[in-house]
């Protein structure tokens, strides 16, 4: 074991000793990775800084760049688990809020945990409830303590404070956790901004202090609106806390996709190189491909599954709109060569099918987009072994009529 290799030789050195030091350094990681976890960067795009990373869990190995289907009530809707194996996907996201109030977490734990209430065996990846304490703004009462609001579902009160949101996490039993942060509708205030920071500094403080369960690894969220400063402040704050993986929180809320993009430039460069970076909630490929250009690991969003579900299939050369006239007698598949069950269907069947009100144009296009984003996910970890990255990106964003330029607009 690498700890007791360190502790053994760790009264050879002086304080303040090189040595003494990468030993001390050592035995923090231990203690933040427990047994079963393990983040390797395997390569940087020579050209960008693109990652080619894995995480390895106790349930399985995560292959980085990767995208996590949302599972929002222990269900990625209209597929059963085994639908979703085969799109790809490696790790699933669950949401804490919502699975506290319906069925609860004191029930999915008496049933086994997660995984097994789910039926998926990989690994799963529990927001906090921070997103759902911004979206039910309205509803709810923030102070030091945590959070108090009112279920969506029957009115009835709810509290969601640091440590109560890493117990149900941990009775959920996912693989990643992340911690219970402050997130603030944008624009806002300087004022506003730095009161929600510093909270959200201190109650990752408190989940930390909280979090003791072996099989699962905590993140920080890092925090900060639009706010370079605060970002980087944020950032530096979290890094000192030693969390096995940071995420970026606070973005695809409104602001627009320069200003999303300038966040990410200023927040990587002070997290961790040698830990997983994960941008919560986005977002639409473009997004993602101009994220992996600047560093980051893994992402999560409802786009794919919600947009297959309302009739939009994501492709090489674009977003189409199933239920347009123009698909009616089109025998063409929707992206030839994907690898999916379904990639033979014409477009004009699926289009028939949500004409016709069938349940199974939702479960097909949904099958559909999870593909086309691990195909995506897949063929951005070969480029970036490649070194060719850059090229990847610049024709995809052509076949999508977008501008391949960093900040997403053309130049001059």
Request: aromatic share 8%.
């Amino acid at each position: 074991m690498p700890q007791a290799a360190a502790l053994f030789h760790l009264h050879r050195f002086p304080d303040r000793h090189p040595w003494k030091l990468a030993l001390l350094t050592l035995l923090r990681f231990c203690e933040m990775n427990p047994p079963g976890f393990k983040f390797e960067l395997l390569h940087v795009d020579r050209h960008s800084g693109a990652r080619r990373s894995r995480l390895t869990t106790p349930r399985g190995v995560i292959e980085l760049p990767t995208f996590m289907p949302v599972g929002t009530l222990g269900t990625v809707k209209g597929l059963t688990t085994d639908q979703v194996l085969r799109t790809g996907a490696q790790i699933l996201l669950g949401n804490t809020y919502h699975l506290a109030l319906r069925p609860g977490a004191d029930l999915i734990e008496e049933l086994g945990g997660l995984h097994t209430f789910m039926d998926w065996s990989g690994p799963i990846l529990t927001d906090s409830g921070g997103f759902q304490i911004f979206s039910l703004a309205k509803l709810a009462n923030i102070t030091e303590a945590g959070v108090t609001f009112r279920s969506h579902i029957d009115g009835s009160e709810m509290q969601l404070s640091p440590e109560q949101s890493v117990r149900i996490q941990q009775q959920l039993g996912s693989d990643i956790a992340m911690v219970l942060d402050h997130l603030i509708e944008l624009p806002a205030s300087s004022a506003e901004v730095e009161d929600a920071n510093a909270r959200t500094v201190r109650w990752a403080e408190r989940c930390l202090k909280h979090h003791n369960l072996e099989s699962q690894i905590l993140f920080g969220i890092i925090q900060g609106g639009l706010d370079p400063v605060m970002r980087q402040q944020c950032a530096t704050q979290l890094s000192e806390l030693n969390f096995p993986g940071y995420a970026i929180g606070g973005l695809s809320v409104g602001e627009s996709p320069t200003d999303m993009y300038a966040v990410i430039d200023t927040t990587t460069p002070h997290m961790p190189v040698e830990k997983p970076r994960y941008l919560m909630g986005v977002g639409k490929p473009e997004d993602l491909l101009q994220a992996i250009r600047r560093g980051v690991d893994m992402f999560d969003c409802v786009m794919p599954t919600r947009n297959g579900r309302n009739g939009m299939a994501f492709t090489d050369t674009g977003p189409l709109k199933m239920r347009n006239l123009v698909h009616r007698d089109d025998p063409n598949p929707i992206q030839p060569g994907i690898d999916s069950d379904y990639a033979h269907l014409s477009r004009a069947y699926l289009r028939h099918l949500f004409m016709a009100g069938e349940m199974l144009g939702p479960i097909l296009l949904t099958i559909h987009n999870l593909t086309y984003y691990q195909s995506l996910m897949k063929q951005a970890r070969q480029a970036i072994e490649s070194d060719s990255f850059l090229d990847f990106f610049a024709e995809r964003f052509h076949g999508w009529g977008l501008p391949s330029t960093p900040n997403g607009h053309p130049l001059g």
